[in-house]
């Protein structure tokens, strides 16, 4: 075998925007044939996916997968929403939420868990699409929750496929209960709830304490411009606090679906029901794209500028 030098490596690398690893592999599956590595990039989608890699991934779909105990929703991301119903794209993110499902896996993780159809790992099978659709993709994320008595629900809401769509929630209920199709009936009820109202933190203490300070320094100088008196200034700031509780905490949110209820006592009542106590023990909510800078263009005015610069 050819001995592999750094340089060739590297020369590989700026022909073909290809990963380090993966040129130090493709020049050792072909003995050091710099145009055969290309080749060979070029047939695993590598040479491909990676000039892809700039371009901003913020469509795509959020999927969920489990039953019983256990649940997980992971989000992968493609540049266009069409590709959100293309099969195959589909079934990849159906299989990724299936495997996510059985155990805690970290994206990372997950990328090198088997896959099975035509790529071996879940990894390989997002660099196959994106050489097959042409676009760049990317698993950004995964949340597993199990419980050791009780259910995990899941919800998929604007559903394009079962399990599939753009914003995926779980809800993790601990209970020795017996009727678990009550359970579940909760679960997915308070999934909605999630889904809808976007809670921050299960409890109280569980509230980001950064954002806290953040939001009692803004109360803070508000209530001041009011030129009060301190002492009433902080009994201000302290209810305007537990107003910021019931904005961000899902056990104080109050019930979306009935407008009244804290989440909390849709809980407890639950519980009185099935004569065994419930509790709500964690949920996860994945909006598709959320956090994601997306370049925001100007259609027209971009078609408008490629026609004058045609006319010129």
Not at 30 to 53: H, I, P, Q, T, Y
């Amino acid at each position: 075998m050819a001995e592999i030098s750094a340089t060739l490596v590297k020369t590989l690398r700026e022909k073909t925007g290809a990963g380090m690893m993966d040129c130090k592999k493709a020049l050792n599956e072909v003995n050091g044939d710099l145009e055969a590595a290309v080749d060979w990039l070029r047939k695993k989608g590598l040479a491909a996916a990676s000039k892809k890699a700039g371009r901003v991934a913020a469509e795509g779909l959020v999927g969920v997968a489990g039953s019983g105990k256990s649940a997980a929703v992971v989000e992968i991301n493609a540049e266009t929403d069409f590709v959100a119903r293309n099969p195959q794209f589909q079934s990849m993110v159906s299989q990724a939420a299936e495997v996510a499902a059985s155990k805690e896996f970290s994206a990372e993780a997950l990328l090198a868990a088997p896959f099975k159809g035509e790529s071996p790992t879940i990894g390989e099978e997002i660099t196959r699409l994106i050489a097959v659709i042409g676009e760049n993709m990317n698993l950004r994320r995964v949340k597993h929750l199990s419980v050791s008595e009780g259910i995990v629900a899941t919800y998929i809401h604007s559903a394009s496929a079962p399990g599939l769509g753009r914003i995926g929630v779980l809800v993790a209920l601990e209970s020795s209960a017996n009727d678990t199709a009550k359970l579940q009936e909760l679960g997915k009820k308070l999934a909605m709830h999630v889904a809808a109202a976007s809670p921050q933190a299960l409890t109280v203490s569980e509230v980001d304490s950064a954002a806290l300070e953040r939001e009692r320094t803004v109360l803070t100088d508000q209530a001041r411009a009011s030129g009060r008196p301190e002492e009433v200034i902080q009994k201000m700031v302290e209810g305007r606090i537990r107003k910021y509780y019931e904005e961000v905490v899902l056990l104080e949110q109050v019930y979306v679906v009935d407008g009244k209820t804290k989440i909390s006592d849709v809980v407890d009542q639950t519980a009185k029901e099935l004569g065994s106590p419930v509790k709500l023990v964690g949920f996860a909510r994945f909006a598709l794209g959320e956090g994601i800078e997306k370049v925001e263009t100007d259609f027209a005015a971009e078609v408008q500028a490629q026609a004058k610069a045609v006319a010129h």
